[in-house]
């Protein structure tokens, strides 16, 4: 495993981690549209990074299991793509809208599909540990 692909996973792994925390705030706020107070960035910067660090983790992990060669590893990438994919679409719908409410955060953190890919992501860096320890 390089130091800048671990470097690139645990970014979006970060990412993923603290747009999601955001969101959580987000959605507590009872918010009818995203500028409705506050500084720093808003919401939707919040999802655009996640969406990028959401597109960028299967790739970051895939380039770290190359290095591994783990058949049972390499196989749980597919399913990290698939529910990336789906989880990305949820975002990338959010998005598209003109107002983001904390109501519509707050249905995409309850998501089944931001869930299980948080999930899938936790379980893939818990592994890829584990792995760097073996005797």
Do not use: W
């Not at 706020?29 to 597109?55: C, F, H, M, S, V």
Request: with cysteine.
């Amino acid at each position: 495993m390089t130091a800048n692909n671990q470097q690139v996973l645990t970014s979006c792994i970060d990412t993923i981690e603290s747009s999601y925390e955001y969101m959580l705030a987000y959605a507590a706020q009872g918010r009818e549209k995203e500028n409705a107070g506050g500084d720093g960035p808003g919401i939707r910067t919040y999802l655009e990074n996640l969406d990028t660090a959401i597109g960028a983790l299967p790739i970051a992990l895939d380039a770290l299991l190359a290095a591994e060669s783990q058949v049972e590893v390499s196989a749980f990438l597919g399913v990290l793509e698939r529910d990336s994919s789906t989880a990305r679409k949820t975002v990338q719908l959010v998005l598209s809208l003109p107002q983001i409410s904390s109501r519509i955060v707050d249905n995409l953190n309850a998501s089944a599909h931001v869930r299980t890919l948080l999930t899938d992501m936790f379980l893939a860096d818990e592994a890829l540990k584990s792995l760097q320890t073996k005797p």
